[in-house]
């Protein structure tokens, strides 16, 4: 079942389209991911969900509701994770958990939040004193303390060293895993790759793909590619011909071929074949980020991946 529906949702800011005739929906229990450069109208979408922005034209339905309209009703649906700072440095976490269960009739238990997320002795810990780590779990407890069907995790990893990346990581799976709509806004590949069932690939306001992390893999259509070295080297000509072989190049002593289908077995057969000892071989397969270049045309830099807009 579809628990949100965007049909032709259009937003612009002074003329200029942020998102421009996008359409898709997200199914219940699912975590479902937004990619997207800077300025592809990420943002902007997940606002238009949430009802802090009112969309130009198109339809967006949570739950049934309409977003803008029925905005005081949704906010005991949906839960939203907050920014960073969002919170009064001096607040105490154990605070800031009861000044939010007292926005809903029926929350969740608080105590169970701080030990499911690993903050039980953080109970009287100043917001300022906490880690990047304990604050993103700080957000996502605050988030889930109205028991929402749908939690809202906008940039949630982005500065975290990789080992709190993936607890966080872990922690989202076992979000899922309770029964809650996870809608995944993110810059890193690797995270969307890694937890989202569907993905949703927004550039310049629009969709560009939507599937399965394998099947935008798939459908990017890239060669796979096997590397190794061999001793005294080869006639290329004998990998050349193979039918699933598609480039062979050596270069400084490694030797990459591109191709289709299994590669790695036809490559490894025809080396033993031809009496030839290879190293170091191994195959690469195609990335997510590799998928998102080929469908996008372009890729994130390294600054784009470490900011939240």
Known sequence: MAVIEIEGLRKSYGGSAAVDGLSFTVEEGEIFGIVGPNGAGKTTTVECIEGIRVPNAGRVSVLGLDPHRDRARLRRLVGVQLQHGALPGQLRVGEALALYRS??????????????????????????DL????????????ALIGKP??????????GLDPQARRDTWQLIEEIRDTGV?????????????RLCDRIAIIDHGRLVALDTPDG????????????FRA???FDDSLLASLPE???VATERGETEVTGTGDLLQAVSSALVHHGIAA????????????????LTGRGLSATEQETTR
């Open 103 to 128: 926005f809903y009739r029926d929350s969740a238990d608080p105590e169970r939040l701080l030990a499911d997320l690993g903050l039980a002795d953080k109970r009287r810990t100043a917001f300022d």
């Open 131 to 142: 880690s990047g780590g304990q604050a993103q779990r700080l957000s996502i407890a605050l």
């Open 149 to 158: 069907r749908i939690a809202v995790l906008d940039e949630l990893t982005t």
């Open 181 to 193: 709509t996870v809608l995944l806004v993110t810059h890193f590949m690797e995270e969307a790759q």
């Open 216 to 227: 935008l893999i798939a459908r990017a259509g890239l060669p796979r590619r096997v590397r």
């Open 231 to 233: 001793a005294g080297g």
């Open 245 to 247: 072989v598609t480039t």
């Open 279 to 294: 190293t170091e071989t191994r195959l690469e397969t195609t990335s997510l980020d590799d998928a998102f270049l080929a």
